[in-house]
């Protein structure tokens, strides 16, 4: 009898897998459909879910996200030989379970994400929820836009204090900078971006996660936004920021970079609003011919200019070859989820910055 049962859920098993594997990629298929990805989801079940889950990860301090990084890097490899070590005992139906039980562990994490982030790749764009317009770019008004960041940027420098190597000191500790993060986005229009309280996770393994190129990471399956704090003190508003962006509700990293831009160049705080115009000068002047690059960055305070190279030195320590492959495997999650370029995308946010300068000098 007992033979006879364990065939009959032998059998049952590939027909779990197949079962599974349809309807996750239903799922997955009707969150890429543009009005399903706004409505049903986005302001939905996917908001619903999120903060649901963001109600038991938010307050505990440790970073989810972290911990099963750790479990993973170890326990796919000793998962690896455990099998082998089965298969060469030629205890196949044991590793066959054993497969049956991975295949469905992989089946409700791609069912996870489908309902908890693929269809915010989707969803209508954030800029008129931001207030921006849409704006045409050209050369001379990407120039006009950094001359005015520039400006805007001279004038707060000197009213920062720095320390000893000429960084800017962050007047705020991490839980009082991320309360001002997401009060911020409460000005916004709330029925785009979640209302839920999102507080940023400081990563304890931040110098690793250097050298994989990450300054931060939102976490959909704990809807939980991980910040790097291996960074130079001028980069953590904007990253707190875009990852927090993306825990309310966006998912491209070019809208979430927007939504970041936004929210720190309008802050009432002088270091946020330094911490977005430092991103935004350099994107702007990046993307610029070397001529208009050298005329720009000729206007720039000397202190500024000396947290930049600051800035250059410090990511320069971290480039290599893990570097490089952690940024291959991420230009291949972006594309697989339809964000056109890739990681280049990264850096496509002109228009919306030319779209802010427009507003704040006509205001």
């Given at each position: 009898?007992?033979?006879?049962?364990?065939?009959?859920?032998?059998?049952?098993?590939?027909?779990?897998?197949?079962?599974?594997?349809?309807?996750?990629?239903?799922?997955?298929?009707?969150?890429?459909?543009?009005?399903?990805?706004?409505?049903?989801?986005?302001?939905?079940?996917?908001?619903?879910f999120s903060g649901a889950i963001n109600l038991i990860t938010n307050f505990i301090p440790?970073?989810?996200?972290?911990?099963?990084?750790?479990?993973?890097?170890?326990?796919?490899?000793?998962?690896?030989?455990?099998?082998?070590?089965?298969?060469?005992?030629?205890?196949?139906?044991?590793?066959?379970?054993?497969?049956?039980?991975?295949?469905?562990?992989?089946?409700?994490?791609?069912?996870?994400?489908?309902?908890?982030?693929?269809?915010?790749?989707?969803?209508?764009?954030?800029f008129s929820a931001l207030g921006l317009s849409d704006t045409q770019v050209t050369e001379?008004?990407?120039?006009?836009?950094?001359?005015?960041?520039?400006?805007?940027?001279?004038?707060?420098?000197?009213?920062?204090?720095?320390?000893?190597?000429?960084?800017?000191?962050?007047?705020?500790?991490?839980?009082?900078?991320?309360?001002?993060?997401?009060?911020?986005?409460?000005?916004?229009?709330?029925?785009?971006?979640?209302?839920?309280?999102?507080?940023?996770?400081?990563?304890?393994?931040?110098?690793?996660?250097?050298?994989?190129?990450?300054?931060?990471?939102?976490?959909?399956?704990?809807?939980?936004?991980?910040?790097?704090?291996?960074?130079?003190?001028?980069?953590?508003?904007?990253?707190?920021?875009?990852?927090?962006?993306?825990?309310?509700?966006?998912?491209?990293?070019?809208?979430?970079?927007?939504?970041?831009?936004?929210?720190?160049?309008?802050?009432?705080?002088?270091?946020?609003?330094?911490?977005?115009?430092?991103?935004?000068?350099?994107?702007?002047?990046?993307?610029?011919?070397?001529?208009?690059?050298?005329?720009?960055?000729?206007?720039?305070?000397?202190?500024?200019?000396?947290?930049?190279?600051?800035?250059?030195?410090?990511?320069?320590?971290?480039?290599?070859?893990?570097?490089?492959?952690?940024?291959?495997?991420?230009?291949?999650?972006?594309?697989?989820?339809?964000?056109?370029?890739?990681?280049?995308?990264?850096?496509?946010?002109?228009?919306g910055l030319v779209s802010l300068y427009e507003q704040l000098v006509s205001s």
């Amino acid at each position: 009898m007992e033979s006879l049962l364990g065939r009959k859920r032998t059998r049952s098993r590939p027909k779990k897998l197949i079962f599974c594997a349809l309807f996750s990629a239903l799922v997955f298929a009707l969150a890429q459909l543009p009005a399903p990805a706004e409505y049903l989801f986005a302001r939905g079940i996917t908001r619903l879910f999120s903060g649901a889950i963001n109600l038991i990860t938010n307050f505990i301090p440790v970073s989810f996200y972290e911990c099963t990084a750790v479990v993973l890097l170890f326990g796919v490899p000793a998962f690896a030989v455990a099998l082998i070590v089965l298969l060469c005992k030629k205890k196949f139906a044991r590793a066959g379970i054993w497969l049956y039980r991975a295949g469905m562990a992989c089946l409700c994490v791609f069912f996870a994400f489908s309902v908890l982030y693929a269809p915010l790749y989707n969803r209508d764009s954030c800029f008129s929820a931001l207030g921006l317009s849409d704006t045409q770019v050209t050369e001379e008004k990407v120039y006009a836009a950094a001359e005015y960041y520039i400006g805007q940027l001279n004038e707060l420098s000197s009213a920062l204090p720095r320390d000893a190597e000429g960084n800017v000191v962050p007047p705020y500790s991490f839980e009082e900078l991320a309360e001002k993060i997401d009060g911020a986005f409460g000005a916004f229009d709330s029925g785009y971006f979640a209302s839920y309280k999102v507080r940023p996770k400081q990563v304890a393994l931040s110098v690793p996660m250097s050298y994989l190129g990450i300054t931060g990471i939102y976490f959909p399956f704990y809807a939980e936004a991980n910040v790097n704090v291996n960074i130079p003190s001028y980069e953590l508003p904007f990253t707190m920021a875009h990852e927090t962006a993306h825990a309310k509700g966006v998912a491209h990293e070019t809208e979430a970079n927007i939504a970041a831009y936004v929210l720190c160049i309008r802050s009432d705080s002088a270091y946020i609003r330094y911490s977005g115009l430092m991103r935004a000068v350099a994107n702007l002047m990046n993307s610029l011919p070397e001529e208009e690059y050298r005329q720009l960055y000729g206007m720039l305070d000397e202190k500024i200019a000396l947290e930049y190279r600051n800035a250059n030195a410090h990511y320069a320590k971290y480039e290599g070859i893990i570097d490089r492959i952690s940024g291959f495997f991420n230009d291949i999650f972006l594309k697989a989820n339809g964000v056109e370029g890739g990681t280049r995308s990264y850096g496509m946010t002109q228009r919306g910055l030319v779209s802010l300068y427009e507003q704040l000098v006509s205001s």
